[in-house]
């Protein structure tokens, strides 16, 4: 069966420090992977997507970067980052398996910056 | 630019009755709708979807209902249940899968089924 993981839960980091949020998916093979963010009053927006390794598209111009440096790892990161950036960060991927194909969320990772 | 719209934040209803979540969209190249569930602080849950192509499907208690002259789509929870106590995430996209596929969300409806 098809898991993704996303890690870690919450995280507290100060202004102007790095991020790096790393997600991975297992039991599906050349998915399509996304990286969406809650904020408040905001819904979910769609901020990177990626097709293949190190194939990456950026829906809104922002903070942040993503890579994608395997199959089934996708990692959203930023160099330095500000209060803006704080939100619910959720990694999803869809793939086709048994003729259908599937849009599936992480657990989310719970970011504020201080 | 808000390519799907819901304009109730909330909803609150009682145990047992009807729960009507509505969704707007502008984007006339959509063609497959969903609806997601999602608790606080977890990952939104697939519910339900619509193909362009019908004006109406049903799963238990949960049916969508898609009026595409009016660009209109709504959620409609029969009975309401305590559980169903969520935000709900309108979604739209063109295609139901491939290489490009990406989902576009509303800001969701916050609904509260009150025992």
Redesign the interface.
């Known amino acids: 069966s098809q898991t993704i993981h996303q890690w870690p839960a919450t995280l507290v980091q100060p202004v102007g420090s790095p991020l790096s949020l790393e997600c991975t998916v297992e039991g599906t093979s050349n998915p399509n992977l996304y990286w969406y963010r809650q904020a408040a009053g905001r819904g979910l927006q769609l901020l990177f997507y990626s097709v293949g390794i190190g194939q990456i598209s950026s829906e809104v111009p922002q903070n942040l970067s993503a890579s994608r440096p395997q199959d089934r790892q996708f990692i959203l990161s930023s160099k330095k980052l500000l209060l803006s950036d704080s939100g619910f960060y959720l990694c999803a991927w869809s793939a086709r398996f048994r003729g259908l194909w599937g849009y599936t969320f992480g657990s989310g990772t719970r970011l504020t910056v201080v | 630019d808000q390519q799907v719209k819901?304009n109730s934040p909330s909803l609150s209803v009682q145990e047992g009755r009807i729960s009507i979540l509505n969704c707007d969209y502008t984007n006339s190249m959509f063609d497959y709708f969903?609806w997601?569930k999602k608790y606080p602080?977890?990952?939104?849950?697939?519910l339900i979807s619509i193909s362009s192509i019908k004006d109406k499907n049903e799963d238990g208690r949960f049916t969508v209902f898609l009026n595409k002259s009016a660009k209109h789509l709504s959620l409609h929870i029969v009975p309401s249940q305590p559980g169903d106590s969520a935000v709900y995430?309108c979604?739209a996209s063109r295609g139901?899968?491939?290489?490009?596929?990406?989902?576009?969300?509303?800001?969701?409806t916050l609904l509260t089924v009150n025992p």
């Open positions: 819901q969903l997601y602080a977890e990952g939104p849950t697939f995430f979604a139901s899968g491939g290489s490009n596929y990406k989902l576009t969300f509303g800001k969701g």
